[in-house]
């Protein structure tokens, strides 16, 4: 048989084909529509090999054959960081890179909400896995705020900042998220945060029990984490855990096994959880509340 086209159809027919001829098409001048046909389909495109990426990952995620060493991951890491801030943040991302050296940011609101205290009152947050400039706004007028940044490689960018040079707000001391309880006492904040940081971490549900435990009683722990990051990022270097909101539930999952981390904690915290979006992508937002 004999299959015959229409002039359009077959006009069409290589644009099915793949991204080249897609290409070819859009600058042939007797299809001009071609150039529009290849931009709209752009991002379907990519969502196609986003979710390829994913499902592949995945999959050899599952079969034990794709992760990373949290030790070997670390000095990217800190090469990260330094791309990032050596030039004020041009080549990453300028507004946060003002707003982390900027002294007079005032704590963010829905911190505030989460720590009930009288005005002039001492209020201790500690920043768990911070980087090297910590997120947090650094004054909260009527209190009197203190900020505790810790993070694993805080000697290595206490020395790239130095390289830069760019003076901390908050100097960074050594602590991992897994033993915090070795640099803190139980019970001495007011509130623990950490934000893109725990699934960067080798135990994320060890670091929520120390956090829980380094918060006074009735204060909250608050979790500011990409969704899914580690299937996103291959499970390739720190991205070995996939955080994830489902059903007020905050599920975090190395790509084998799932833990419900309101099953987990059940007798030391009341867990709430919601997923937004910011800087294009789904965040997934975990409170736990010291019962
Ligand atoms: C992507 S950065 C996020 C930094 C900062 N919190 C922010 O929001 O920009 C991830 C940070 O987690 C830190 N990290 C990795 N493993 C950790 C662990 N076990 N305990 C605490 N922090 C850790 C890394 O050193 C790095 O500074």
Known sequence: MVLRFSQPLRKLLPLL???????????????????????SLRPFARKCRRLLRETRARMLRRLGLLGGDWTTGLPAELQFWEKALKDGGRSWNESEYRKRTDPKLELQEELKQLIPSAPGALVRILDVGAGPLTTLGKHWPGRNLEIVAVDPLAEQYAAMLARIPVRP??????????????????????????????????????AISQMLAVVKPCCYVYLWHFSNEGTHESFSGLHQWNFDSVKNDFVISDGKARHSVTAQFKLTAKVTCETMEAFGKPVVIAKLKKI
């Open 17 to 39: 084909n793949c991204r080249e001829s897609l290409r070819k098409e859009s600058r042939n001048r007797n299809f001009p529509g071609g150039l529009f046909l290849m931009k």
């Open 169 to 206: 707000l908050v100097p960074v001391v050594f602590a991992h998220a897994e033993k915090l309880l070795d640099h803190f006492p139980a019970n001495s904040f007011d509130l623990a945060h950490a934000s893109n940081s725990l699934d960067h971490s080798y135990d994320p549900l060890a």
